[in-house]
């Protein structure tokens, strides 16, 4: 089975747009106070719950790209490849980290108060949803523009 190896990288890109910070704060010491208040954040968000079904999401969207005779083998191989290196329990440590460097202990215990509301319990379970609306609604202004796209990029090569 050969899978292009550009989609492979593309799914897995694809999938770190659920996790995307930049940290801002690299340098700065973070306690485990710090740690658990971020866990308790992204618990409270419900990423850990959340996971394996964005993972789900990410490897069906990358299939359906693919000739069907070769999704079911793409999908078994990437869920393999997910559940060795890309489960919660593998990144929660990374990702609290990651969080940890954005937002100082007193927000993120905020934003756990925020996301174990009602209204923060609503948002978290929207929030796949709407991400997913948005992303078509970008798919489909891409498919919509793309002679002009293909056009601008041949221009821009024909400059050089």
Not at 16 to 22: D, G, M, P, Q, V
Not at 116 to 124: C, D, E, F, T, V
Not at 136 to 150: N, P, S, W, Y
Request: net charge neutral; with cysteine.
């Amino acid at each position: 089975m050969k899978f292009n190896i550009n989609l492979i990288i593309i799914t897995l890109c694809f999938s770190a747009f659920f996790f995307n910070a930049n940290a801002q704060t690299a340098g700065s010491a973070i306690t485990p106070a710090h740690l658990q208040a971020a866990e308790k954040f992204l618990v409270a968000y419900g990423i850990g719950d959340q996971f394996k079904t964005m993972t789900e999401n990410v490897i069906n969207v990358a299939s359906n790209r693919l000739p069907e005779a070769q999704r079911a083998e793409f999908a078994d191989v990437m869920r393999k490849f997910m559940a060795k290196y890309y489960t919660w329990d593998i990144i929660k440590g990374t990702m609290s980290k990651i969080y940890a460097q954005e937002f100082d202990e007193a927000e993120l215990n905020q934003l756990a108060d925020f996301y174990n509301s009602p209204i923060g319990k609503k948002y978290a379970e929207k929030m796949p949803e709407l991400v997913q609306k948005g992303m078509l609604m970008g798919q489909q202004i891409m498919a919509e523009h793309k002679d002009e796209l293909v056009q601008m990029i041949q221009d821009k090569s024909k400059q050089h």
